[in-house]
């Protein structure tokens, strides 16, 4: 049996747990959120993540990366610079991000909490729809359509890429 076969066996089979396994920890969702407004390098999402350490974060992010939400691009520069930006499986986390960010408020309500004042996650989340009505995606309802539609161009030209490379044309 392969290694991925060994992997995906050991991955729960249940939707939501599946979900949880990938997302749950104290950070990913919150460098989710940073790297949907735009490409971030490593000292940017150090001091937007108050209290997260330099091992945590690297550690975070390589796991991100091998899950395949998060892609990381180093520039052959001295010192050498490295940005990570979202890929579409990571946007594709847009809706439950707008899901918790409504529960949160709704639970606010419900408690009788003060909600704060405008922070910095309302200027990520306006920025987040503003982008996303930029790309034509109205509110996350037709997110799906749209990733999937980025997926299936992306798969083309790569798809074409390898056939020119196998028969050299």
Not at 43 to 55: C, N, R, T
Not at 141 to 167: M, P
Request: proline share 4%; hydrophobic share 40%; net charge negative.
């Amino acid at each position: 049996m392969s290694k991925l076969n060994d992997v995906l066996d050991r991955l729960p089979h249940c939707p939501i747990a599946l979900t949880v396994s990938v997302i749950a920890s104290r950070w990913k969702l919150l460098i989710v959120r940073d790297l949907l407004v735009a490409t971030k390098r490593n000292s940017e999402l150090l001091a937007s993540l108050d209290g997260i350490s330099q091992k945590v974060l690297t550690s975070t992010l390589k796991e991100m990366v091998k899950q395949g939400l998060v892609s990381r691009k180093i520039y052959p520069e001295v010192p050498p610079r490295v940005e990570y930006s979202l890929t579409p499986l990571g946007f594709s986390l847009v809706p439950v991000l707008i899901a918790l960010k409504d529960w949160g408020e709704h639970f606010q309500n419900v408690m009788g909490l003060e909600s704060a004042e405008k922070d910095y996650t309302d200027i990520y989340m306006e920025q987040l729809y503003q982008r996303m009505q930029s790309k034509g995606i109205d509110n996350g309802n037709n997110l799906s359509q749209v990733l999937t539609d980025q997926f299936d161009n992306l798969f083309a030209e790569l798809k074409a890429d390898d056939l020119k490379q196998v028969f050299g044309e």
